[in-house]
């Protein structure tokens, strides 16, 4: 059960430059998250999706797009990237958070994407 | 809007030793609070996660209460061990919201 997988693992990128960070889940959850940390911080959500066509933003959506074609999949997309996104990106997914049957709303998070800019 | 504390920010404890570890809110309308553990260079695990109708939840060594009316979660690790040794965040799930608020975390060394 390979859960929420993350590509790549590593990356670094220029001043400018644009790039996708691919997140993809198994368990067929309806909720997806990208969520970045920063050192010494918790995490700040960027967006996240209550299913398929359906997206929002989080705290600091600027310089990030998404998109959710599909149950399955929910890309990170950074447009001119700049130093400010250097940091670890983290996608999660959930089933049904908000109601009260067992085992929902638990997070479960991928390996995570480190990012540099330079 | 909701914030999550966590205090405090770094602890070390000798083998052994049984500790708590704080999680603070602001909004008690909450669906639920978990507790994940993050190794370095690592994501995070979900360690035990509480509903709002329950007032604790046991997973081994480890327990977690949840106090809505005075916005407080603790987790309990007893007994604790090297292999604790790792970041612990807390996170809320506010009632009317699909957004998970995380505090920054504590991160805990146990000694051997």
């Known amino acids: 059960n390979a859960g929420v997988t993350q590509t790549p693992k590593f990356r670094i990128l220029k001043i400018g430059q644009s790039m996708t960070l691919q997140c993809t889940q198994d368990?067929?959850?309806?909720?997806m998250y990208w969520y970045r940390q920063d050192p010494g911080m918790g995490l700040k959500l960027i967006y996240y999706?209550?299913?398929?066509?359906?997206?929002d933003k989080g705290e600091v959506p600027n310089g990030y797009n998404v998109s959710r074609s599909t149950t399955e999949d929910f890309p990170l997309r950074l447009e001119l990237a700049a130093p400010s996104q250097t940091s670890v990106y983290f996608c999660?997914?959930?089933?049904?958070?908000?109601?009260?049957?067992?085992?929902?709303?638990?997070?479960?998070f991928g390996e995570g994407s480190r990012l540099t800019v330079l | 809007k909701q914030e999550v504390t966590q205090i405090p920010a770094a602890l070390s404890v000798p083998e052994g030793e049984n500790l708590v570890l704080n999680c603070s809110f602001t909004?008690?309308?909450?669906?639920?609070l978990q507790w994940f553990r993050q190794d370095p260079g690592k994501g995070l695990t979900s360690l035990l996660l509480?509903?709002?109708?329950?007032r604790e939840q046991t997973s081994g060594r480890l327990n977690a209460s949840l106090d809505k009316s005075s916005g407080r979660s603790t987790l309990y690790i007893a007994a604790s061990q090297p292999g604790d040794s790792a970041t612990y965040l807390c996170?809320?799930?506010?009632?009317?919201?699909?957004?998970?608020?995380f505090g920054t975390g504590t991160r805990l060394k146990v000694l051997a």
């Open positions: 999660a997914s959930s089933i049904n958070p908000g109601t009260s049957g067992s085992g929902t709303g638990e997070l479960f």
């Open positions: 996170a809320s799930l506010t009632s009317g919201t699909y957004k998970y608020i």
């Open positions: 999706s209550v299913g398929a066509g359906i997206t």
């Open positions: 368990m067929n959850h309806n909720y």
């Open positions: 909004d008690s309308a909450i669906y639920n």
């Open positions: 509480i509903q709002s109708s329950q």
